[in-house]
């Protein structure tokens, strides 16, 4: 069956350090993978999304990459703020159904 | 623009008893679903719509109707809740071929 798994443990790290977070997939062959964002209490908000012809994404301080050989996408935050604290999400989709598959999510904790 | 609204914030309800949860966009999206997010799981896909008067199921559609009579509004009904449902539910809008995801805040659902 398909399935998502993302770091279960929360993630710690330092001000000023750069977070990496894991989505890997089996049994699936996503057309795109978005990453979103989610606070305590509140829905997910879209971070970015990457197509499976891509190899990397950027936006402001966050990459995304995508490799489908690995059947991996790895999330990066570079100079982590406290602000970064929150659940990050990945999704996976195919076609333009809007339908998504989502793994369980990755806190991250970045101390001051 | 509201963006994605659901109502209501807060729900307890006892086994057996009927209720809808309502979500409405005024962004004139195609696209609408339904999720729910429990402790450790993720968001697992209920129902979604691709446009008005077409519905279809996720993963975990058994307990819940759903229809699509305008492209504002998609209500989720439950018709005889189930402690198992107890959980909190996520509405989402996206454009077509974009397929970024925007979601409402939340209906928190507690079934005893």
């Known amino acids: ?3 998502i798994e993302q770091n279960s443990e929360a993630l710690n790290i330092q ?4 977070a990496t977070l894991t989505c890997n997939y089996t049994n699936y062959s996503p057309a795109y993978l978005q990453w979103y964002r989610q606070d305590p209490g509140r829905g997910p908000v879209f971070l970015l999304l990457i197509r499976e012809n891509e190899k990397e994404k ?3 301080r966050l990459k995304v990459t995508f490799d489908t050989t690995l059947k991996q996408s790895l999330f990066h935050i570079t100079a982590s703020q406290p602000a970064d604290s929150a659940t990050y999400l990945c999704a996976l989709g195919t076609g333009n159904t809007g339908k998504l598959i989502f793994g369980q999510g990755t806190t991250l904790q ?3 | 623009n509201a963006g994605v609204t659901q109502t209501p914030k807060f729900q307890v309800l006892k086994t057996g008893q009927s209720m809808t949860l309502q979500c409405a ?3 004139n999206h195609e696209y609408m679903s339904w999720y729910r997010q429990d402790p450790g799981m993720g968001l697992r896909l209920i129902h979604y719509s691709v446009g008005a008067g077409i519905t279809d199921q996720g993963e975990v559609p058994n307990g819940y109707n759903v229809s699509r009579s305008t492209t504002e509004d998609f209500p989720l009904r439950l ?3 189930a402690p198992s449902q107890t959980s909190v539910y996520f509405c989402a809008s996206s454009p077509p071929r974009l397929n970024e995801q925007f979601f409402g805040p ?6 005893l």
């Open chain 2, 106 to 111: 939340g209906t928190r659902l507690t079934v």
């Open chain 2, 79 to 81: 018709l005889s809740a």
């Open chain 1, 15 to 18: 001000e000023g350090k750069t």
């Open chain 1, 58 to 60: 950027r936006k402001e």
């Open chain 1, 1 to 3: 069956s398909q399935k």
């Open chain 2, 25 to 27: 966009q005024d962004m």
């Open chain 1, 110 to 112: 970045v101390k001051p």
